[in-house]
């Protein structure tokens, strides 16, 4: 599978990685790039840790 | 006193040096960006076959995929995503650590722990199945490459 295919499979993904990805081979990856990864894996982490603890809460 | 005859030597191998590990910590960013669309990839797919309702439960097109199920793929994800993060992280720093390889590590494993989740469960044409299976080929892909190169 090509990272074409992988990442038509990501609606939210999708239009980061794509402008990240096209600059990367050319110009290389920046910090600034890097860091608005950081910002959606925030964002990610935060809506599973939220369904990861929805048990959790129950059982207390 | 050195020449600049004798110096030439030493500034070429200092700026080949110099060149590869430039070359090494870009294609350490390049794996970075990758894991992140392969993990959105998962993250957004699965989100999608739950369904989630105002209450906070999974109404699937799969009866199967339980909000229960929800849950443990969600409590994977997170160590998974934040592995992803850390590598993320990981990369801005030269020389790459091992800390950052073993995040890497820890992002295929969690692939696989997720894969476990939906074994029987979802049919092989699923979205979740099939970014699952890219993502894993990919990690393999660059397991190697993050290793050797980085």
Redesign the interface.
């Known amino acids: ?1 090509t ?1 074409m ?3 038509a ?5 999708f239009e ?2 794509m402008k ?2 096209n600059s ?2 050319s110009a ?2 920046t ?1 600034e ?2 860091d608005a ?2 910002l ?3 964002q ?2 935060a ?3 939220a ?2 603890d ?2 959790g809460s129950d059982d207390h | 006193m050195p020449t600049r005859r004798s110096l030439a030597p030493i500034l070429a191998a200092l700026f080949l040096f110099a060149a590869c590990a430039t070359t090494q910590v ?1 294609k350490a ?2 794996v ?3 894991v ?6 998962v ?3 699965e ?2 076959l739950c369904n ?1 309702q105002p209450d ?1 439960t999974c109404k699937s097109s799969v009866p199967a995929w339980t ?2 199920k ?2 443990e793929f ?2 994977h ?2 160590t998974a ?2 592995a ?2 850390a590598l ?2 990981g ?2 720093a030269v020389p790459i650590t091992g800390q950052t390889k073993a995040d890497l590590t820890a992002v295929s494993a969690e692939l696989e722990a997720v894969t476990g989740l939906v074994k029987d469960i979802l049919p092989p044409n699923s ?1 979740v199945v ?2 699952l ?3 894993k ?2 990690v393999l892909r660059l397991l190697p490459l993050f290793l050797e190169g980085a």
């Open positions: 599978m990272p295919e992988w990442i499979l990501a609606e939210q993904g980061l990685f990240i990805r990367a081979k290389g990856v910090d790039q890097l990864i950081t959606d894996y925030d990610r982490i809506r599973r840790q369904d990861a929805v048990r | 870009q960013r390049i970075s960006v990758d992140h669309a392969v993990l959105a990839a993250d957004d797919a989100m999608t989630k906070n909000t229960e929800h849950v969600s409590k994800l997170v995503l934040k992803g993060r993320n992280e990369v801005k979205t099939i970014a299976t890219a993502a080929d990919a």
